[in-house]
């Protein structure tokens, strides 16, 4: 009986470790996503900027000649 008790206090000791770890997988996953969406952004908008100093200088060498 004492061995039966022990190793129930084990497995429900491994339950709460697992749903604790799956909790911090789970926002580690929303942190992950966020970060992703957010570099996503940052990437968009460093083009948009390339693009317009690319136009700007096209325009300014066509001014020029």
Do not use: C, H, P
């Amino acid at each position: 009986m004492d061995l039966i008790q022990k190793l129930n206090a084990q497995v429900e000791k491994a339950n709460k470790q697992y749903e604790l770890l799956k909790f911090e997988n789970d926002s580690l996953k929303l942190k992950i996503e966020e970060l992703t969406t957010q570099n996503d952004k940052l990437l968009r908008n460093s083009q948009d900027l390339l693009l317009k100093i690319d136009s700007t200088l096209a325009l300014k060498s066509k001014g020029r000649n």
